[in-house]
């Protein structure tokens, strides 16, 4: 005896308060942060160098900090996170952008999308 699964009971509907953003896009990902007793919004703002679709999906950012990179992994459905903001569309050929963790300064720009 087999048993089926209905699979879109695993999967969540995508946030209609979040923008669709790609691989290249420079985003500004608000997120919750509780320090003590006090909770704050603390920005995140980096290029999105991966996406990860499905029910546990994910997207990472990543930055340049004091001249280290920083990566930040974040899930879609995380309750802290608040708000996506996309401040500039990039124009890549691919979906992975980890090429971009090897270099710094004018090499790791991205192209800006056309309007």
Do not use: C, H, W
Not at 5 to 20: A, G, H, I, T, W
Request: aromatic share 6%; hydrophobic share 35%; net charge positive.
């Amino acid at each position: 005896m087999t048993m089926s699964v209905d699979l879109r009971e695993f999967v969540q509907q995508p946030n209609p308060n979040f923008p669709s953003f790609s691989a290249g896009d420079n985003v500004r990902v608000q997120l919750r942060v509780v320090e003590g007793t006090r909770e704050r919004l603390q920005p995140f703002e980096g290029v999105v160098i991966r996406i990860k679709n499905g029910p546990a999906g994910n997207f990472t950012v990543r930055r340049l900090s004091s001249g280290i990179g920083v990566e930040r992994t974040i899930p879609f459905n995380s309750p802290r996170l608040e708000a996506i903001e996309v401040t500039r569309k990039g124009r890549v050929r691919r979906s992975r952008l980890y090429y971009l963790r090897g270099r710094t300064g004018r090499a790791a720009r991205i192209k800006e999308a056309r309007r």
